[in-house]
């Protein structure tokens, strides 16, 4: 390890120099729903030491990702200046330019593969980092591409959109009111940290909690239930439960003749799925699903969580997830003080009540005045109802041209190992004609770039933040950006004025057209800057509950669809059907006879994120070499021990790792987190293993077989 990491880590007597200033902050490695305060103690324009901030949600505490901070921000890696490719694609030869050249390269190949081609055939993508979305999204409307993608097709839309076809709008529990929570995939201990405590402080005060998954979670110790269920199976999983409360007559029957349509044909549907023959499917004993049934049906009010990914990352994910979802509905906590609430975002993910125009903002040109999406015509019912291009058919495009062609791509953390199939993306996106990406770090997809722009972190920039509290927080920078890397705000408005850009609000600046976003609110930016830790706003609007009393539903007929008017408009099952995993012992018992292991990839480690932090020597400590978790009963048929090196393999190859004997996995089943650049588990998926319908892809119902592999060498 390197010393100089150590001493940075603990500065203690440098704390103490009279010149050290405390500047609060936010640390933004993670979702944008923690996004935690940070104190940075500065000294010489260095930042010495951060601190988790007393007054912002996270209440003084920082996770191990935001305690490296500034093993981060300081990464030997960064990139400190605009990169202009020299060498072969992925070659990783660049030579230093300045900003002006950089931009002007973009904008005249932009401009020229516009002219050539349509505005359609350029991509504006953005990987996880969110903050950038809103005026990237705007810049591609007004570019005239309507190919703004994102991550987003493959992280929590799938799940918006199962609630939204079957209620018209998305949800969130109410956990302060609820009296019991079905936790339905969802490891906040791990996946947000901060907004744990909020769960434990309820279940202090009696709240009952289900927990539903295949791993052993921090929750499960506080859970009353834990249901096991083999992976991929949470849609006869909820049909079970849902065949029990229809069966025991403990639903909510008004709500049900009043506000739902075709209870009948699910109720049909889940009598296919009484709890005996509900074992055979996910694994969970039909005793257990009876308890878990009565007490959530039993206990008013209550409320579903799920996750963004571990229910709809399935080949069957988007009706596994109407079928969890159809519960609220089917025990009436649907938009109930304690149940699960319609209080749609109004910021960057984040719903906090205060007013703002960001969808507005973002759609600066109707969808009727572009071409159509990639993707609209694979996934169109995903299409309709999610503003964005479809990620996941990039590549399978760039590589077709059809029904258009795509040429180029301005990204924002491209990360070529979030897609299945990593290396197939890869590939594409070598083909594309002209590539840029805006990074802190010359990743492996960066390589492949023609242009590589440095971007800045949160503690080098200002920012617009929303949260949960009704906090809203105008961000200061704690150090000047390193070299001349820039925030991806001022990258986004400078190329506006390099395009030349008929968009007089973006070609007026961050500041401004934040302000405009903010207008419905009464705040503005210069108003917000006063408030060094942000604001919290008392005066906001929480919306109602009930609120499909006076309305109806914003669905097609108007009520709850138990079956749905649009899937059957697009020839889909109607009812929130199971289909087993495509890939699994049951579907294809002849790939199970090699491969008899079942294998999740990707849920949360506290100390990972994604791609991001193997570099960061303080967090890649806690993890240094790849490792996926085999419960002890399939390493002792195999005769591995704890750390033995083992090959992962699925039909598409393998990858080396160490093995993690672990009761936290149940028998028969693998689990690796994603994003390794050495041993990358989506080389082992493949590109088109996915939910036909939301066409996110199934990265948690794969087969797979763990072996002894040699000491050394490659896989
Ligand atoms: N530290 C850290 N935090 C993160 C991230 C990170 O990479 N690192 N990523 C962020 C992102 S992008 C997201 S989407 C969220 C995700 O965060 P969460 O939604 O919390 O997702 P996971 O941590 O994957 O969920 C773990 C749960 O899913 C269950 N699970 C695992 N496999 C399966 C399966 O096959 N089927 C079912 N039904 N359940 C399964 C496990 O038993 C466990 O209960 O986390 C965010 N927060
Ligand atoms: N096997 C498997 N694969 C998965 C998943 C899984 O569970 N299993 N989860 C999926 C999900 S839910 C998600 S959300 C995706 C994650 O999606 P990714 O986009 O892969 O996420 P990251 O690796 O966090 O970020 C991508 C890049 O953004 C860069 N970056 C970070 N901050 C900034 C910034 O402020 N500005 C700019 N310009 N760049 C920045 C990072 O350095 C990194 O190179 O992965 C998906 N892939
Ligand atoms: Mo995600």
């Known amino acids: 390890m390197n010393d100089r990491y150590e001493q940075t880590a603990v500065p203690a007597r440098d704390e103490m120099a009279t010149d050290t200033e405390i500047r609060p902050t936010i640390c933004s490695i993670c979702n944008p729903g923690s996004h935690c305060g940070v104190d940075a103690y500065v000294s010489n324009g260095r930042i010495i030491k951060v601190k988790g901030s007393m007054e912002t949600h996270n209440a003084g505490t920082l996770c191990a990702k935001g305690a490296a901070g500034l093993q981060y921000v300081y990464h030997p890696d960064r990139l400190t200046t605009p990169l202009i490719r020299t060498g072969d694609r992925g070659e990783g030869r660049f030579e230093p330019a300045s900003w002006e050249d950089a931009l002007g390269l973009v904008a005249n190949r932009l401009n020229e593969i516009k002219a050539e081609c349509g505005p359609e055939s350029v ?91 295949p791993l052993v979670t921090p929750l499960t110790r506080h859970a009353d239930i834990h249901l096991r269920l083999r992976p991929g199976t949470s849609g006869a999983l909820a049909l079970a439960l849902a065949h029990v409360i229809i069966t025991e007559g403990i639903f909510d029957r008004d709500f049900v003749n009043r506000w739902t349509s075709g209870f009948d044909e699910y109720r049909n549907l889940a009598r296919g799925f009484a709890p005996d023959a509900a074992e055979k499917i996910t694994g969970v004993p039909a005793d257990q699903i009876v308890r878990a049934a009565r007490l959530f049906a039993g206990s008013k009010p209550a409320a579903v969580m799920t996750g963004a990914s571990p229910t709809v990352h399935h080949t069957n994910g988007l009706q596994n997830q109407r079928a969890i979802t159809a519960l609220v509905g089917l025990t009436g906590n649907f938009d109930v003080p304690g149940g699960n609430h319609v209080f749609p975002a109004n910021y960057l993910y984040i719903s906090n009540g205060v007013k703002t125009r960001d969808g507005e903002f973002m759609q600066s040109r109707p969808w009727s005045a572009m071409a159509p999406r990639v993707g609209e015509d694979k996934h169109p019912v995903w299409c309709r109802f999610i503003p964005e291009a479809h990620s996941m058919v990039v590549p399978f495009q760039i590589r077709s041209q059809k029904p258009y062609p795509i040429r180029a791509m301005l990204a924002f953390g491209l990360n070529h190992r979030m897609w299945p199939g990593s290396d197939f993306a890869r590939e594409s996106f070598k083909k594309l004609d002209f590539l840029v990406d805006v990074d802190l770090f010359m990743t492996d997809t960066a390589k ?46 400078d190329l506006a004025e390099t395009l030349a850009l008929d968009d007089d609000l973006l070609r007026g600046g961050y500041e401004a057209s934040v302000d405009w976003i903010l207008k419905p609110s009464g705040f503005k930016v210069a108003e917000l800057k006063q408030y060094p830790r942000g604001l919290v706003v008392d005066d906001v609007s929480i919306p109602s509950y009930r609120k499909y009393e006076k309305n109806g539903f914003k669905t097609p007929s108007g009520k709850m669809e138990f079956t749905s008017c649009i899937l059957a408009d697009h020839g889909l099952d109607s009812l929130p059907v199971y289909r087993e ?46 490792m996926a978790d085999v419960n002890p009963a399939d390493a002792r048929e195999r005769d591995l021990s704890q750390g033995d090196w083992v090959l992962l393999s699925t039909s598409l190859g393998a990858v080396r790792v160490r093995a993690n004997l672990t009761e936290t996995v149940p028998p028969g089943v693998v689990n690796m987190y994603h994003g390794r650049p050495e041993a990358d588990v989506n080389t082992l998926i493949d590109p088109d293993y996915r939910d036909p319908i939301s066409g996110f892809p199934a990265f948690k119902s794969l087969l797979c077989e763990v072996k002894k592999a040699p000491e050394t060498g490659a896989a």
């Open 123 to 213: 991509i504006f993508y953005a990987g996880y980092p969110k903050w950038m979305r809103p005026f990237l999204k705007r810049l591609a409307h007004s570019f005239g591409s309507p190919n703004y993608a994102s991550e987003s097709s493959t992280c929590y839309t799938a799940a918006k959109l199962a609630s939204i076809l079957n209620y018209g709008e998305e949800t969130s529990p109410e956990v302060g009111r609820a009296k019991c929570l079905l936790v339905w995939s969802r490891n906040l201990f791990h996946s947000n940290p901060p907004r744990s405590k909020g769960l434990l402080a309820a279940r202090k005060k009696g709240l009952k909690i289900i927990e539903v998954g």
């Open 448 to 493: 492949l770039a023609d242009v590589v722009l440095p971007a800045c972190s949160s503690y080098e920039r200002s920012e617009l933040k929303f949260y949960p509290e009704k906090r809203i927080f105008w961000t200061r920078p704690a150090i000047e950006p390193l070299g001349q890397s820039r925030s991806d705000a001022e990258i986004i408005f």
């Open 581 to 626: 995993p495509m890939l699994s012992p049951i579907s294809t018992p002849e790939a199970a006879q090699n491969f008899p292991l079942i294998l999740t990839t990707g849920a949360r480690l506290p100390f990972f994120i994604h791609s991001r932090a193997y570099r960061v020597p303080q967090l890649r400590r806690l993890q240094p070499e790849p």
